[in-house]
């Protein structure tokens, strides 16, 4: 008994590390094909899936906050055979991730969900399940291309298909609201933006990395972004089109462990009100 158990977890395993292409089901929704990150646990069909270029996704971490993640994305769901449990499906979820070299960043057993959070360098993966089914989400984490062009064209784009967008090289004085002179073309190139864009109004939000007091963050973060709002207020941008806000180190875009990440997480939104 113990072998055969041993024998079907091993047949099990090898299917959720087989390539996406070599899985499909008649009952799969059209135009839905497997994660190539995961495949599917056998006798699963998918019901929904999205595919995005570029997406965010929160990721459950153990004990800590959870992580903000952008990049492409994907969401699949699965309904499975009745006798499918969600414990079986989480526990070879974990199994294969740690075959794939994944770090089990997240695992949780409770009394009608379990779940797993798996990162692997810049790809996570989110997996839910409830009863007969599970939810799969993955994100690549990538920068978007605005931030390459660091531009008024190129926010401008990211904003009317978002709604938002992340402005880097808006530099201030270490532990202070003072807007270094470096920064003064990208702030020339958000003003030009809301020239252009006569009817836009913004809710401006700053950023820190997590060094330091939380609270000292939050209200570094709140008067950057007053320091950026009065800027362009100066230039002649109405004060009723910009709303200043901080969210301290409480929304990183990367992790807060190497310098390039905390580069990251030091920035401007400019979040689009309607």
């Given amino acids: 008994m113990v072998r055969g158990m041993k024998n079907a977890t091993a047949v099990i395993l090898l299917l959720l590390s087989l390539p996406a292409f070599a899985q ?15 495949s599917r646990m056998p006798g699963c069909y998918i019901y929904s899936c999205r595919v995005s270029d570029y997406d965010v996704g929160q990721f459950r971490l153990q004990g800590k906050p959870d992580q903000k993640v952008e990049g492409a994305g994907e969401v699949i769901d699965y309904n499975c055979a009745p006798q499918t449990s969600r414990i079986e499906i ?3 979820v974990e199994q294969a991730l740690k075959a794939a070299g994944f770090t089990i960043r997240f695992q949780q057993d409770a009394a009608n969900t379990a779940a797993v959070t798996g990162q692997k360098g810049p790809q996570w993966i989110w997996v839910q399940s409830r009863n007969a089914s599970y939810h799969l989400q993955t994100i690549r984490a990538k920068e978007l291309d605005q931030q390459m062009e660091a531009n008024a064209d190129g926010w401008a784009k990211q904003i009317e298909e978002t709604g938002r967008v992340s402005i880097y090289g808006i ?3 270490t532990g202070k609201a003072t807007i270094r002179p470096d920064s003064e073309k990208t702030l020339t190139e958000v003003l030009g933006m809301l020239q252009k864009n006569p009817t836009w109004r913004f809710a401006v939000v700053g950023h820190t990395d997590n ?16 320091s950026v709002v009065g800027w362009l207020t100066t230039h002649g941008i109405p004060a009723d089109r910009l709303m200043a806000g901080g969210f301290g180190d409480l929304a990183p875009v990367a992790e807060n462990t190497t310098e390039e990440g905390k580069a990251k997480n030091r920035r401007v939104d400019l979040i689009k009100l309607y």
């Avoid at 060094?211 to 007053?226: D, E, H, I, Y």
């Fill in 171 to 173: 530099n201030f004085d």
């Fill in 211 to 226: 060094v330091g007091a939380k609270a000292m963050n939050l209200t570094l973060s709140q008067q950057r972004a007053q």
């Fill in 90 to 92: 989480i526990r070879n």
């Fill in 24 to 38: 499909s089901d008649p009952k799969d929704r059209k135009g839905c094909v497997d994660s190539k990150v995961l």
